[in-house]
């Protein structure tokens, strides 16, 4: 069976994303506890549900990322073609 091998670099810029897409969800439940002038304990009861969202920013983020590589990926195989 062969190894499967993930380089350093790339599990490095995929924990920046990671880590990216759950301070943006942290800094949307911060605004809207801003704007709804709720109590700062939303912070800490709200945790599971930041964390399920950027989670979600994170593979939608994957998600279009991949398509754009592809796409990209595509074009340059039709130009060497040509």
């Known amino acids: 069976m062969k190894d499967v091998v993930i380089s350093a670099s790339r599990i490095k810029r995929e924990l920046r994303i990671l880590i990216l897409s759950l301070l943006i969800a942290f800094g949307l439940n911060i605004y809207s506890i801003v ?3 709720t109590e700062l304990i939303e912070m800490l009861s ?37």
């Open 35 to 37: 704007k709804y002038k």
């Open 46 to 82: 709200q945790l599971h549900i930041v964390i399920i969202l950027g989670f979600i920013i994170y593979a939608v983020v994957s998600i279009v990322f991949s398509g754009i590589r592809a796409l990209i990926r595509k074009k340059m195989k039709h130009s060497e073609k040509l």
